[in-house]
């Protein structure tokens, strides 16, 4: 692989860094208090602006047209500046790439623009209260009515529904386990909406309860009974390339060694170190993974593999910043790293599942 950047790609670097240090927004609320969530999206209405929210997204959605590799050029220069987590994210990582790939070309004219400029913020709802992992497991409903469907059953740890305006998510359309599955979007105007409180008190989940709620058939995302299908691109870009870029793993390590060198312990410092030579490791892995579908290559299982690489990378780092500050760690942002961290091993399919898919459709293991 070359790991040479071309002048272009320097040029873009130059440029995101340069905005970034003279627009950056600096701290924000809690993306998961009512102030802060509004905080979040004026930020990003700001980088859609600049084409900077989703640029490798096509300009009629608000992109740039820019290569796999200068979307991950300006994850490393987002994170390294500091910049906040993105509000966005469910939509723009997530059901984004699915909408470019088995939408409709009014749906992705509808909801993309408007997920690049932070109008809309979509709330994941895949889980339900006796199917997490076992997502096929699910029993939430969706029955035909002229015109569209009615959704019935409930969605549990749908992560920013306390504040978000749309969902996305399966529900089941026959009786079939995997056959019977039809992706939907949907709007939270007619849901009900419990907020999920986190280890930090604030709600960044909440469960959604249908009650018959009328979606249109345009809302149908690819064809009826192939959600599955469907389903399992979104969950390839949530372990995979898309909602964690090696940028986020690599401003940590940075930090993390800065702490180490500080603290005067060499033992510590030799496993800072090495936190820093796993994110190295894990930038040059998703370079590799980039080149490989810029050429037209499939994600496929393979993305599980990395999952578990930077959820329990994000953990180690996070962990070892608990023991090198001790009693200080209360009164620094390593507190909240390390509790979101904590959940790394489970979103996205727990990393059990992960390492059973590894086993059995990357390695050819038996089951």
């Known amino acids: 692989m070359d790991l040479d950047y071309t002048r272009a790609e320097q040029d873009f670097r130059a440029e995101v860094r340069r905005w970034l240090t003279e627009n950056g927004p600096g701290p924000l609320p809690s993306m998961d208090t009512p102030e802060g969530f509004a905080a979040h999206r004026a930020w990003e209405a700001r980088l859609a602006g600049e084409r900077l929210s989703v640029v490798s997204w096509p300009r009629e959605y608000g992109g ?54 932070a109008d809309d913020v979509w709330a994941q709802a895949w889980s339900e209260p006796e199917a997490g992992s076992d997502l096929a497991a699910l029993t939430a ?19 920013r529904a306390a504040y978000a305006g ?27 909406v419990r907020p999920i409180a ?38 390839s870009s949530e372990r995979g390339l898309a909602l964690r870029s090696p940028g ?27 936190c820093w030579v796993e994110a190295e490791a894990y930038r040059l892995h998703t370079y590799g993974t980039a080149r490989r579908l810029m050429s037209g290559a499939e994600l496929g299982p393979a993305a599980s593999l990395g999952k578990v690489f930077w959820s329990e990378l994000d953990l180690r780092m996070h962990g070892l910043a608990m023991e090198l500050l001790g009693e200080e760690a209360g009164r620094t942002s390593w507190l909240d790293g390390f509790l979101f961290a904590l959940a ?3 979103y996205a399919g727990t990393n059990e599942i992960q390492r059973n898919i590894v086993a059995e459709r990357v390695l050819g293991l038996p089951r």
């Open 198 to 235: 986190q280890l930090d008190g604030l709600p960044g989940f909440a469960e959604l309860f249908f009650d018959g709620v009328f979606v249109p058939d345009e809302l149908v995302l690819g064809e009826v009974g192939q959600g599955w299908r469907i389903a399992m691109a979104t969950t």
């Open 166 to 192: 749309h969902g996305f998510g399966l529900f089941r359309t026959s009786g079939a386990r995997h056959h019977g599955l039809t992706y939907f979007l949907f709007p939270l105007d007619d849901v009900t």
């Open 344 to 346: 790394g091993p489970i």
């Open 141 to 159: 409903r969706a029955e035909p009515v002229p015109g569209g469907w009615r959704l019935y059953g409930q969605k549990t740890w749908s992560s």
């Open 248 to 274: 986020r793993f690599l401003a940590t390590a940075d930090r993390l060694v800065a702490l180490a060198r500080d603290s005067g312990d060499d033992a510590l410092l030799d496993r800072a170190a090495r």
């Open 64 to 117: 740039r047209g820019a290569s796999l590799i200068e979307w991950l050029i300006f994850e490393e220069e987002y994170w390294a500046a500091g910049a906040p987590p993105r509000v966005t994210q469910n939509g723009i990582f997530l059901l984004a790439p699915t909408l470019m790939r088995f939408g409709t070309d009014e749906q992705r004219a509808r909801w993309l623009p408007r997920m690049a400029r």
